[in-house]
């Protein structure tokens, strides 16, 4: 079940695409919206009548509304269709992650203060290939090992496998658990930070390996950035302003921008395996030369030694100033 957060801010956007007042379209389940079961419009009706989450009903309802109204948007046209997504989990890897679709045309991503891209595989994002190899001992498998060794001794658990490569998830958890605290020992840190720099180090080398030519980077950037075959919309709160976003295609990317490079480096010293990423591109009418950068980062995704590192892509650059995000007017 999504959290109720999650809740409110996507479906009070619909409402507020739909021309409804916050109120009178929380009273009952409008017509217009599907996917949405009663139960569900119930909690959100109990918590807003409670006086809860006033600010993220207001700012939610508002992006909806500045979405009817806007030029790249609905121009003031009510829409017969609104569905929302929910919990459901796409079938394959979707590049749109839209939470609502409006008459089967406009794809809606609601975000609250995300600078999440992607949540994928190591080896999905550095080579784009699904290989289900533990991403830690195949950069790093010596530090990986030493690190182990050592978490196996001060956990003083027995029966475990001599090889990290060997160890079940049931046991990683094991072992987190007798390690205590999220913090390594202060023993444990410099065999932990040799682990990160050369799996940081080892990342950066393979991804650029993998992105040699200058389309696959461009072909790259675009997908970092989640460019899609169709055109989507962002709409949510930022920390300055409301995010109301339109994402390009890359034939739109290409319209207005010329991609000047991918810089791939790692991230050394960083406390965790990290590896940073900056895309520049050049407007095509003013010369305008803009980055959009950040960083992914590769952790464990359940607790450490338990179950195979996870790649989380991170925007550093707000979403207005990413070349192909265009701002809703």
């Not at 023993?187 to 080892?202: E, G, I, W």
Request: charged share 20%; hydrophobic share 40%.
């Amino acid at each position: 079940m999504p959290r109720i957060e999650t809740e409110i801010t996507e479906l009070a956007t619909a409402l507020g695409a739909l021309g409804y007042d916050l109120e009178a379209g929380l009273r009952g389940l409008p017509p217009e919206i599907v996917n949405v079961p009663l139960a569900t419009w119930d909690r959100l009706r109990t918590v807003h009548q409670a006086g809860q989450h006033r600010l993220l009903f207001t700012t939610a309802w508002a992006n909806g509304r500045a979405f009817l109204l806007a030029k790249d948007g609905l121009r003031g046209r009510i829409p017969i269709r609104i569905e929302w997504k929910g919990p459901d989990r796409p079938v394959e890897q979707d590049p749109i992650p839209a939470d609502l679709r409006i008459d089967n045309v406009f794809l809606v991503s609601v975000k609250t203060r995300s600078a999440v891209l992607w949540n994928r595989s190591p080896s999905q994002v550095f080579t784009r290939t699904a290989n289900p190899t533990h991403w830690y001992a195949e950069t790093a498998g010596d530090e990986y090992q030493a690190l182990y060794e050592t978490a196996v001794a001060q956990s003083h658990l027995h029966g475990l496998p001599d090889r990290a490569a060997d160890l079940t998830r049931a046991q990683g958890l094991t072992m987190a658990a007798a390690l205590g605290a999220r913090q390594w020992p202060e023993t444990m840190l410099p065999l932990y930070q040799a682990l990160a720099d050369r799996c940081s180090a080892r990342s950066a080398q393979i991804w650029n390996q993998s992105v040699s030519s200058q389309a696959q980077r461009e072909q790259t950037a675009w997908w970092l950035l989640r460019l899609a075959p169709a055109p989507y919309y962002l709409l949510g709160d930022a920390t300055r302003a409301p995010l109301r976003i339109r994402v390009d295609t890359p034939w739109d990317w290409r319209q207005t921008w010329h991609f000047e490079g991918l810089d791939i480096v790692p991230a050394v010293g960083a406390g965790q395996p990290r590896v940073e990423w900056a895309i520049r591109a050049r407007h095509r009418e003013t010369g305008e030369l803009r980055q959009a950068d950040g960083y992914v980062e590769v952790r464990w995704s359940h607790g450490r030694f338990s179950g195979h590192p996870e790649a989380k892509v991170q925007l550093r650059t707000p979403h207005e100033q990413v070349p192909g995000y265009t701002a809703l007017i």
